[in-house]
């Protein structure tokens, strides 16, 4: 068994839990959530077989990772002594984001202890080697989810209030494995296309009954339903309190929009409309994958938009899943990520790779060994853009979205840079404001 004891708030027509879940696919019969630990289940469309989900959350094709579907590689299960199951996301080569309520879940429980947990990145992660298997350092918990355990009889109001995360930091570096992007600002599109991520046992849609333990990673979709930028109560402190995302689980039948226009409010998601209509691999999640992705894809690229916080226990249609939306917490989340932290590790010791900007060799001086620039010098923190000096050029801005265009601010224009000529040993590139080729130094 791989879920605790959780707990049982209510809002309009069901029960929610804030503990574990897992993806739910349509159709999916009942799933009872007790007081007492019970299984893990995902369900599907009965139209459709297991293949297509599986096939997804490990990117097999035809959903490998593209402008249609994330790489799933940095979503993996946070597994404890006990069996406890959730999941996280790998947003450095040694950084983690997930729930809160996975560690901590009543103001009664203990502070949770790193030894006791590990992060797998393997599907099925029951099978996973000693080099995809990942113990645990240190598990830091948003301040402003302990600070509200002690209400609601002890058990927290952190949830709704849009702070059930946590920060989890792994003693060795995962290589090889690009960590996904994070947020960049309020650039969520409501009534977006997301694509979801989680472990969990099987159900048959049609009869709910229960059929295989399932420890492999399914993917799913769903359309965002609500976004709530900030979450304001009174007398709770500004920093006690972020957003919230939210999803429904669409019925093929078009009768279970819960989140549609005149449907009564929940928590705090404030009205607003939904399309009824599921969308191919409609997912939603349930017991068993607390923590786990929502992704959306903005601009160039897939982003992790939320963490699965709670949301309703029966996994019938109508049911609602909320997360914690993780724009709020881009600061308190940079605090713990290195610089570079969107580039992989590699084999080849001292090394990273960009997915824009290639090979490189960081050094703790802020130089930087590039095959293409040779010794550059520069300013950067996540990798999605830098400011770098470099011999015979000077100071130059880019970043994913431009490169190999370079901005030089000493020549005041854009520079195009020759990877295919360039070399550590001189750069080839041509300068717009002068209209011709050189070469540096």
């Known amino acids: ?33 007790l007081l007492e630990a019970r299984e893990r289940r995902i369900g599907k469309l009965d139209s459709l077989s297991w293949s297509s989900y599986y096939d997804l959350g490990s990117n097999a094709s035809p959903y490998e990772a593209s402008i249609e ?38 103001n009664s429980s203990p502070a949770p202890s790193p030894s006791n947990w590990e992060f797998v990145l393997h599907t099925p992660f029951n099978e996973a080697g000693t080099g995809r298997t990942f113990e645990v350092s240190q598990i830091i918990l948003h301040a402003g989810w302990e600070a509200r355990l ?35 600002g309020n650039a969520e599109t ?27 990673r399914v993917g799913g979709v769903n359309s965002l339903d609500r976004i709530v930028e900030k979450v304001e109560k009174p007398n709770v402190p500004a920093e006690y309190s972020g957003g919230l995302l939210a999803i429904d689980f669409d019925s093929p039948q078009l009768d279970s929009n819960t989140l549609g226009k005149g449907q009564p409010e929940i928590d705090n998601l404030s009205t607003g409309d939904s399309n009824s209509s599921p969308l191919d691999l409609e997912a939603s999640t349930v017991v068993g994958d607390s923590g786990g992705p929502a992704f959306m894809r903005i601009g160039d690229a897939w982003r992790i938009i939320g963490a699965v916080s709670y949301g309703s226990s029966d996994s019938t249609y109508g049911d609602v899943t909320v997360y914690t939306r993780l724009a709020n917490h881009e600061a308190w989340i940079g605090a713990y990520l290195p610089s570079w932290s969107q580039a992989r590790k590699t084999v080849q010791a001292g090394w990273l790779q960009s997915d824009w900007f290639g090979y490189f060799s960081p050094l703790a001086s802020s130089w930087i060994f ?12 996540s990798g999605e853009t830098l ?10 801005w880019s970043g994913s ?33 002068q209209g011709v080729w050189a070469q540096s130094p």
């Not at 400011?387 to 130059?396: K, L, R, S, V």
């Open 1 to 33: 068994m791989f879920c605790p004891p959780v707990r049982l708030l209510t809002f309009n027509l069901h029960a929610k839990s804030k503990f574990g879940f897992s993806l739910l696919l349509p159709l999916l019969g009942l799933v009872t959530v």
């Open 190 to 216: 409501l009534g977006g296309r997301v694509v979801l991520g989680g472990f969990g046992n099987l159900v048959d849609g049609a009869t709910g009954a229960e059929n295989v333990l399932n420890h492999r």
């Open 69 to 106: 579907y994330p790489d799933f590689s940095p979503v993996g299960a946070l597994v404890d002594k006990s069996g406890t199951l959730g999941t996280g996301t790998l947003v450095s080569p040694s950084v983690v984001v997930t729930a809160a309520h996975l560690f901590r879940n009543q």
């Open 401 to 433: 979205s431009v490169y190999p265009f370079l901005y030089s601010s000493t020549r005041s224009g854009w520079l195009y840079l020759d990877t295919a000529r360039s070399s550590h040993s001189g750069a080839v590139y041509y300068d717009y404001s």
């Open 150 to 184: 002690p209400q609601l009889g002890g058990t927290g109001d952190g949830d709704v209030l849009g702070v059930d995360l946590a920060v989890v930091l792994l003693k060795t570096e995962v290589i090889g494995v690009y960590p996904a992007k994070l947020p960049s």
């Open 370 to 381: 590039h095959p293409s620039h040779g010794w550059i010098y520069a300013s950067v923190e």
């Open 387 to 396: 400011w770098a000096w470099q011999e015979g050029i000077g100071w130059w």
